[in-house]
């Protein structure tokens, strides 16, 4: 009965994986709960020293742990913490969730030659934590729908299959582009090569999906047309005068600021750049000493360092980080008539994220795969990605597409945030533990 009823679990766990070779681990299964061969041949060898019993004892904990714990992080849930404000007051700095896999389906790990629970870094050395003498094409297993519009989504940095070995939190196109590619190596490198499963995880909200049209206008988000829900979370930076005095700092605090984000300018006198959702304008709006508040929008020419070789496509547009686009989002079997002007928005999808080779001649035409052509079709499914914290952000509007096989999943739970400006146990935001999102 046993042996049954693990058997179900297992064959219904490869009909979901779709590789029927796995279907061979029935054996091991058998194994567990049938003919114990192997435990019985471990009890006997046992049998003959303690320490050597109590050493194997440990070790099957030990395998036991690392198995389950494994397939839950690759099938199920994974450790995430949100490293930056950019999701502020969504998501804070030191919130600890736990990513479902399920909500989009989780991806097999393309890298599998690597350290249990470390994800592509050893910790303390810096050091590849991953082999990449086996690597396996992306395949994602059914989930239970997909991503929508507005979901918070977990995902491989697009930009980060490049890396810095001295600033490897840093994006090495930026670099590139700001500097040089010889500044950048030379400064910063050597350089890393990392697969598409090893690149650093971030976390934002996706505003639109694949086959959208997404334009930011005046720093709000309008999709196909209409404006996107004004979530509680989101804020944009306000310039706020006082009479000449600064707001309480605790008032601030107890209103959910974050410290660190809050400037004040005496030759104002004011707060050039206070990031506020609309809840709190309204209640700054009501303070005594609070004269005015105007919403900042940046306006062609972006202010610096927002140039043209800093927002995507990193050619001349018109655009700022707060009137950006009209911009469509690609998806899977779409195909576009490219031209010269374009181009700079479909490159890095054609060569880099769906593997083909890319050659313009001197004429002005286009050679994909070494076939002469003036349309791309596309392979995958695109997400454009946004950060709540809208001015303090760095996401699709500077470094492009999400494509599908990025996506690692969905924010479920919070359940640990602590706020590293304060000390132990003052620094644990009882009130976010075991929230669900």
């Known amino acids: 009965m046993r042996f049954a009823c693990w058997a179900a679990l297992y064959v ?36 003959k020293s303690r320490a050597l019993k109590v050493a194997l004892g440990w070790l099957d904990a030990i395998i036991f742990a690392v198995v389950v714990v494994t397939l839950i992080n690759i099938f199920f849930f994974q450790a995430f913490k949100i490293p930056s404000s950019s999701m502020e007051r969504s998501l804070l700095t030191g919130d600890y969730l736990f990513v479902g896999k399920t909500a989009y389906g989780p991806k097999l790990p393309q890298t599998p030659l ?77 350089l890393k090569v990392r697969p598409v499963d090893k690149k650093d995880h971030y976390v934002k909200r996706c505003v639109a999906v694949a086959g959208d049209s997404l334009s930011v206008i005046d720093g709000w988000v309008w999709v196909n047309g209409v404006p996107q829900e004004r979530y509680p979370g989101i804020q944009n930076t306000y310039q ?120 313009v001649t001197d004429d002005g035409r286009f050679i994909i795969n070494g076939e002469a052509t003036d349309t791309y079709t596309f392979k995958m499914d695109y997400y454009f990605m946004m950060g709540d914290n809208r001015h303090n952000s760095l996401d699709s509007r500077y470094w492009g597409f999400v494509p599908e096989d990025h996506i690692v999943g969905k924010p479920r739970v919070i359940w640990m945030s602590t706020d590293a400006n304060l000390p132990f146990p003052k620094n644990i935001r009882w009130k976010r533990l075991l929230k669900f999102l």
């Open 240 to 359: 706020v005068v006082t009479n000449g005095n600064a707001i309480n700092p605790i008032v601030l605090r107890d209103m959910g600021f974050n410290m660190a984000e809050v400037w004040y300018s005496q030759t104002l006198p004011g707060y050039p750049a206070l990031p506020l959702t609309d809840e709190q304008r309204e209640k700054i709006e009501t303070l005594a000493n609070v004269e005015s508040v105007v919403q900042n929008v940046d306006v062609f020419p972006p202010d610096y360092p927002d140039s043209e070789i800093m927002l995507f496509p990193f050619v001349e547009t018109g655009w700022t980080r707060d009137n950006y686009g009209p911009i469509w989002i690609p998806a899977k079997g779409e195909s576009v008539q490219l031209t010269a002007e374009n181009l700079p928005l479909w490159r890095r999808i054609i060569e880099v994220y769906e593997g083909n080779t890319l050659e």
């Open 12 to 47: 219904l766990w490869v009909a979901w994986h779709g590789n029927w070779w796995w279907l061979l681990g029935l054996l091991v299964v058998f194994e567990f709960c049938v003919s114990r061969k192997l435990k019985g041949w471990i009890d006997k060898l046992a049998t």
């Open 114 to 190: 690597s350290v249990p629970f470390v994800h592509n870094t050893m910790p303390g050395s810096g050091k590849e934590s991953y082999s990449t003498a086996l690597q396996y094409g992306y395949k994602r297993l059914k989930g239970f729908g997909s991503v929508q519009r507005d979901d918070y989504v977990v995902f491989s940095f697009p930009h980060g299959d490049t890396v810095l070995s001295k600033a490897p939190a840093e994006d090495y196109y930026t670099h590139v582009r700001m500097t040089s590619r010889e500044y950048a190596e030379k400064t910063y490198g050597p």
